[in-house]
């Protein structure tokens, strides 16, 4: 959640967004687009993420911070784990790196590859199904106006042939009436 007053990134234009931390939802005032404040702040450039992602998707940065007692994924904003309470101070991960063997280690950041690379995995999946839903609806979009391009096309074929219909009607009349006279 949003903890102090900032600015964020809108996530559709990229402009700077003021907030307070009472905001539940705010409007980027370029593009007009409703963000919903439900995630963390990049603590680099104050990007917006909504969603749990290892990387920011502006600069790069770590978003996460691995609580080094229960393994647990916290945000770098966070002084405390919000598993299991302990301190995430960076001397005392350092500490406890130190005190462990290289296969602890090795063990250790072939788990945390495995839950960073499924909350990728889980963050590529949600972008997929969301640009999927994107494409749908512009799909759907480009078959309700080929639709009515169609449906105007035979409205005006129909205006025509009538047309044709009709003056070929009056010259055959004309054509009638000129022999008959």
């Known amino acids: 959640m949003i903890e102090k007053e900032d600015e964020i990134r809108c996530p559709s234009c990229r402009n700077s967004v003021h907030v307070r931390p009472s905001d539940s939802e705010v409007q980027c005032k370029v593009c007009s687009d409703t963000i919903l404040l439900a995630g963390h702040l990049c603590p680099d450039c104050s990007t917006y993420h909504e969603n749990d992602e290892f990387l920011c998707?502006?600069?790069?940065?770590?978003?996460?911070?691995?609580?080094?007692?229960?393994?647990?994924?916290?945000?770098?904003?966070?002084?405390?784990?919000?598993?299991?309470?302990?301190?995430?101070?960076?001397?005392?991960?350092?500490?406890?790196?130190?005190?462990?063997?290289?296969?602890?280690?090795?063990?250790?950041?072939?788990?945390?590859?495995?839950?960073?690379?499924?909350?990728?995995?889980?963050?590529?999946?949600?972008?997929?199904?969301?640009?999927?839903?994107?494409?749908?609806?512009?799909q759907t979009e480009i078959r309700k106006q080929q639709a009515k391009r169609k449906q105007?096309?035979?409205?005006?074929?129909?205006?025509?042939?009538?047309?044709?219909?009709?003056?070929?009607?009056?010259?055959?009349?004309?054509v009638i009436l000129g022999s008959l006279s």
Request: net charge positive; hydrophobic share 40%; aromatic share 6%.
């Open 57 to 138: 998707r502006n600069c790069g940065s770590t978003l996460s911070r691995i609580c080094q007692n229960c393994r647990q994924v916290n945000w770098p904003g966070h002084e405390f784990c919000t598993s299991c309470s302990e301190l995430l101070d960076l001397f005392s991960q350092i500490a406890t790196q130190k005190e462990r063997s290289t296969s602890q280690r090795l063990q250790e950041h072939m788990r945390d590859a495995a839950g960073i690379k499924q909350l990728e995995e889980t963050a590529s999946a949600n972008r997929m199904s969301k640009m999927l839903a994107i494409e749908e609806r512009r």
């Open 152 to 174: 105007g096309e035979r409205r005006m074929f129909i205006i025509v042939g009538a047309a044709i219909g009709f003056f070929l009607l009056v010259a055959l009349v004309l």
